[in-house]
């Protein structure tokens, strides 16, 4: 199977004759949902999380509502009574979802961002990316900058995810695009600087005009948590 991925349009009205989002979720699901104020943040986390199921379902031959979901040591969710199973990463951020899915043997993460144009992204370089990474987003023109440090975000939180190393690793991170920059190259590799370990592979994906999205795959022993 390698790695496959599944890009979902969170906003998408459900059609009629689709499985119902709402009753495959779980309890826990569903009381998360709940908790969301905002019915559009909850009406995209429903969304999201059912097209993960219909997806795992489809491919383990389960039905949807039926999947078990158990965590890591880490945190990192992972499918239950099942050997061996695939290994899965879901993101998502305003409108769209990202699902990778990865063969026994393999670890996957995806992320996807919208790009806040209000950010200041060269300060925020400074403080939490490693040197060359700031260096790299600074000397760029404005938007040209924005953009790589969504990439590169992208990019570590995927890394990250992958490992099961836990948020807190981030700015342990460094990724390294193939070209000079992550706008020029569609791949590089993303490693912890503190601990051994080979880099993994990066690869920066076209979501929709407005997002930085990135998947990262990696061997199925999972990273020491740094944090």
């Not at 199921?53 to 999947?67: D, E, N, S, T």
Request: charged share 25%.
């Amino acid at each position: 199977m390698g790695v496959r991925l599944w890009r979902v349009h969170l906003d998408r009205p459900e059609r009629a004759g689709e499985p119902g989002r709402w009753h495959c979720l779980s309890g826990a699901e569903r009381d998360k949902a709940a908790a969301f104020a905002d019915p559009l943040a909850r009406r995209r986390y429903v969304a999201a999380h059912a097209a993960l199921r219909h997806v795992l379902g489809r491919l383990c031959g389960v039905p949807a509502a039926r999947l078990a979901f158990g965590t890591e040591e880490s945190g990192r969710p992972c499918l239950l009574a099942r050997t061996p199973r695939p290994d899965f990463n879901l993101s998502h951020s305003e409108e769209w979802a990202l699902i990778a899915v990865a063969a026994p043997g393999s670890r996957v993460g995806v992320d996807v961002e919208r790009v806040r144009p209000d950010l200041d992204h060269r300060e925020m370089a400074r403080r939490i990316y490693q040197p060359e990474e700031a260096a790299r987003v600074c000397a760029a023109a404005p938007d040209a900058g924005l953009a790589e440090y969504f990439r590169l975000w992208t990019a570590k939180e995927a890394y990250v995810k992958a490992t099961g190393a836990g948020l807190a690793g981030l700015r342990d991170v460094l990724v390294r695009p193939a070209a000079a920059t992550c706008e020029q190259s569609r791949a590089g590799s993303a490693v912890f600087r503190s601990l051994p370990g080979s880099p993994a592979p990066v690869r920066w994906l076209d979501v929709a005009p407005g997002y930085a999205a990135a998947l990262v795959t990696t061997a199925s022993t999972p990273a020491p948590r740094t944090g």
